[in-house]
């Protein structure tokens, strides 16, 4: 095989991150869905929350599983504008409403001062995410702990999403050549 094929590989494998979350016992995830239906106001069965962790932070997205819902669509709009704003406040109550106070990472990222979390909301067609960032190593660590517990507590309404990760590519390599050479 073309080493260069060999090393973009073990490139692309390095990269990807591990997600080794294992949902909560079925009386969690009862009643993490029941108070969750009093903090969010679409409905879980009807939308897929996705936590992808990165370098800096980490993304989550709320999308309809049925792109033509507006209903669901403009309720995870609204929804996660709001707490996207209350975040940047340090207000994190309807995190610890839903999963409890304890929850790993959300004691960290109550501690940040303004400006420490980049939270950024967007719009997506299908629904909006919620973009956190940092430099901070503690900050960065607590947001993936948080991602951990809301994938372990929204396992039936929640994925990890793809890796997000920068990958540097040395300018001296053709890569499309060295795809399409075999040995």
Same mark, same amino acid.
């Given at each position: 095989?073309?080493?260069?094929? #060999?090393?973009?590989l073990? #490139? ?7 997600? =080794? &979350? ?16 009093? #903090?969010?106001?679409f409905?879980?069965?009807? &939308? ?13 997205? #709320? ?29 994190? =109550? ?19 001062? *303004? ?7 967007? $719009? ?12 901070? *190593? ?7 702990? $948080? ?15 793809? *890796? ?5 590519? *040395?300018?001296?390599?053709? $890569?499309?050549?060295?795809l399409? &050479?075999?040995?």
């Amino acid at each position: 095989m073309n080493p260069y094929i #060999v090393s973009l590989l073990l #490139v692309l494998l390095a990269a990807t991150p591990a997600y =080794s &979350t294992d949902p909560a016992d079925e009386q969690r995830l009862d009643e993490i869905t029941e108070r969750g239906t009093h #903090v969010m106001p679409f409905d879980l069965e009807k &939308t897929t929350h996705v936590f992808s962790k990165v370098d800096n932070g980490g993304i989550q997205q #709320v999308t309809a599983k049925d792109k033509s819902d507006i209903e669901q669509i403009q309720l995870i709009r609204d929804h996660l504008l709001e707490i996207s704003e209350e975040f940047k406040q340090g207000d994190f =109550s309807k995190p610890a409403h839903i999963h409890g106070e304890d929850m790993p990472g959300l004691a960290e990222l109550k501690t940040a001062s *303004p400006g420490q979390i980049k939270i950024e909301y967007r $719009w997506l067609p299908d629904g909006a995410q919620i973009n956190y960032s940092t430099e901070l *190593p503690q900050f960065i660590k607590a947001i993936h702990q $948080w991602f951990d517990a809301q994938l372990s507590d929204h396992a039936r309404h929640a994925v990890p999403g793809h *890796p997000h990760r920068r990958i540097t590519i *040395p300018n001296n390599i053709n $890569w499309i050549e060295a795809l399409s &050479t075999t040995d």
